[in-house]
């Protein structure tokens, strides 16, 4: 299980843990990170509440392939997983799956 996100900034604390998963109920912005450790990797699951139509962008120090942040699927009840990797407490490498289930 996991938190369900409102509308707003949605910032991970990566002290509570690795993986987390989150039911997204409104337009999101995935924050900078608190507590982040140099080589912690894990997991972000996103999914869409049975609305969908939610949309989720990335704080700055979020970073993904050839500068573009990824394209999540918005469908009604959908799982989309950022997988994550800190390289620094201002630096995230992040990839997704996105439209599982």
Known sequence: AGSTL???TY???FGAGLNFHNVVAG???IGNPSNAK???????VL???????????????WRFANGNAPSIN????????IAYQVLHSG?????????LV
Request: charged share 5%; no cysteine; glycine share 16%.
């Open 27 to 29: 337009n999101i912005t």
């Open 47 to 61: 999914q869409q509440d049975t609305t969908g139509g939610r949309t989720v962008a990335f704080g700055s120090a």
């Open 6 to 8: 409102a509308a707003g």
């Open 38 to 44: 140099a080589g912690q990797t894990g997991l972000i």
């Open 91 to 99: 630096f995230v490498i992040g990839s997704s799956i996105a439209g």
């Open 11 to 13: 910032a991970p604390n």
């Open 74 to 81: 918005t469908a009604a009840s959908r799982t989309n997983v």
